[in-house]
């Protein structure tokens, strides 16, 4: 059975830090690409932060480029998501996407998502 499970979520107020955590089992973890979403109440879901799966590139979406790391841990099976700097706009369920990559044929996966608010 696979597993995502995010942690880390929070209030959090305005030029605060948070780390969200994805704990991933039941796939070899280094076979996915690592995705971290959000969804603002009453929005799409937008794509945040991408990582391959050996952790060698990552991609941050402009809207967080400079505040936002993604990383992850291949041997504990483990995505981070550092936030820093964070401002109200940054408020959001954040959920961890796993996809298969490198030729590797699989499905995508999804966490349940935590809750990140930025507020005073």
């Known amino acids: 059975q696979v597993q995502l499970v995010e942690s880390g979520g929070g209030l959090v107020q305005p030029g605060g830090s948070l780390r969200l955590s994805c704990e991933v089992s039941?796939?070899?973890?280094?076979?996915?690409?690592m995705n971290w979403y959000r969804q603002a109440p009453g929005k799409e879901r937008e794509w945040v932060a991408a990582i391959t799966s050996g952790g060698g590139s990552a991609n941050i979406a402009d809207s967080v480029k400079g505040r936002f790391t993604i990383s992850r841990d291949n041997a504990k099976k483990m995505l981070y998501l550092q936030m820093n700097s964070l401002k109200p706009e940054d408020t959001a369920v954040y959920y961890c996407?796993?996809?298969?990559?490198?030729?590797?044929?699989?499905?995508?996966?999804w966490g349940q998502g935590t809750q990140v608010t930025v507020s005073l």
């Open positions: 039941g796939l070899t973890f280094s076979r996915y690409a």
């Open positions: 996407h796993a996809e298969p990559s490198d030729g590797f044929e699989g499905y995508d996966y």
